[in-house]
């Protein structure tokens, strides 16, 4: 069974850093593109980042030069390594996996930036 | 790339036809999809490439469109179906603002 499981979040003040995981089962991270979407609270879903099978990434504006999506094919996990957090950077965020479209999304985690 | 859709909220009742359109702020061929989102939970993907259905959806929610513009039908509303959607473009991923379909 295809899955993807995130872990990570929690509570940070401004200016922190976090690092999310995303443990995927039934695939292999390196043959898909795999995404990181976002959804502050009672806000709709904001696309933040993308890794591609080649190993070339993409983001979001609002995150450019302070979030970095990698992944471990070894432990077939992907990361994204969130600095320099700011108060509406507060969302749950998803991992999900696909080649456009995304077929699979993980239950979420928390984060909160708040003083 | 900007993805406008409308409206943002729709009150209808279970068995009616309701269409929900994404506007695209400049052509994207065929590359969007749609997704429902429980209160709680991720979001589920209904229809990729404007208009294949995704595996397991029932039959009742269809795409079209292309170019710029796109729109998803539910034909016959259930009461499951009741739930915010979302329309994205994989150009460059964004997302629409969503729908929320509520019970008149």
């Known amino acids: 069974e295809v899955q993807l499981v995130e872990s990570g979040g929690g509570l940070i003040q401004p200016g922190g850093s976090l690092r999310l995981s995303c443990a995927a089962s039934g695939f292999s991270v390196s043959s898909i593109y795999m995404s990181w979407v976002r959804q502050a609270p009672g806000k709709g879903l904001e696309w933040v980042s993308i890794i591609y099978t080649g190993g070339s990434t993409d983001y979001a504006g609002s995150v450019k030069g302070r979030f970095t999506i990698s992944r471990d094919n070894s432990k077939n996990t992907v990361f994204l390594q969130m600095n320099t957090l700011r108060v509406d950077d507060t969302a749950v965020y998803y991992c999900?996996?696909?080649?456009?479209?995304?077929?699979?999304w993980g239950q979420g985690t928390l984060v909160a930036v708040s003083s | 790339i900007q993805m406008t859709q409308s409206p943002s909220t729709l009150s209808a009742s279970v068995g009616d036809r309701v269409n929900i359109t994404c506007r695209a702020s400049e052509n994207i061929s065929m590359w969007v999809a749609w997704y429902q989102q429980k209160p709680g939970r991720a979001p589920k993907l209904l229809i990729y490439r404007a208009s294949t259905l995704e595996t397991g959806v029932p039959s009742r929610f269809s795409g079209s469109g292309s170019g710029a513009e796109f729109t998803l039908t539910i034909s016959g509303l259930q009461p499951d179906d009741f739930s915010t959607y979302y329309c994205?473009?994989?150009?460059?991923?964004?997302f629409g603002q969503g729908t929320k379909v509520d019970i008149k």
């Open positions: 994205q473009q994989y150009n460059s991923y964004s």
């Open positions: 999900a996996r696909g080649l456009g479209a995304l077929d699979t």
